[in-house]
């Protein structure tokens, strides 16, 4: 099941990845006008349309790391859970195996791109999807000691 997440979940990045700039630029200034729009309502600022483009427009290159990074972590948590079905019971060899995977799925999502209207191939994004899987892993590293802390509570 996992394995089937995983390829799932690549087949997800293949797929953003593969979509001209222009569509892709329309989609991240979409979730960016939509979030300056909830910030604005949210603090009632009552901002105008050209606020709300400009606040979307300052945004929107974090936010499209930011998405980097978010699926690459997922991907990265994804395979670790998957390399567990395969034997793989050290948390370490596991972890790296994850990223290992991870790392090579950036480099050949990049180069792809590369072959993408509009898009660049880039190798500061293969660094920025890595540093997403770390992020991944160290979530689930996290979520796993604060689970063992419930399980040894709940036995006292």
């Not at 995983?6 to 979409?30: N, T, Y």
């Not at 606020?51 to 395979?79: C, D, G, N, W």
């Not at 991870?102 to 660049?120: I, K, L, M, N, S």
Request: glycine share 8%; charged share 15%.
């Amino acid at each position: 099941m996992w394995t089937a997440a995983v390829i799932v979940w690549m087949g997800v990045i293949f797929f953003l990845s593969a979509q001209p700039s222009e569509e892709s630029s329309d989609l991240s200034g979409s979730i960016c006008y939509f979030a300056a729009k909830a910030y604005s309502d949210l603090f009632r600022l009552h901002w105008e349309e050209a606020q709300l483009l400009s606040a979307a427009a300052v945004i929107e290159f974090p936010i499209r790391k930011a998405a980097h990074m978010t699926e690459y972590a997922v991907l990265t948590m994804l395979a670790y859970q998957a390399a567990g079905t395969y034997g793989c019971r050290k948390p370490l060899v596991r972890g790296a195996s994850a990223l290992a995977l991870a790392f090579c799925y950036a480099c050949t999502d990049e180069f792809h791109q590369r072959f993408v209207p509009g898009r660049a191939g880039m190798f500061t994004d293969v660094l920025i999807d890595t540093f997403g899987g770390c992020a991944g892993l160290f979530a689930l590293f996290l979520l796993g000691k604060i689970a063992a802390q419930i399980r040894r509570k709940r036995k006292t």
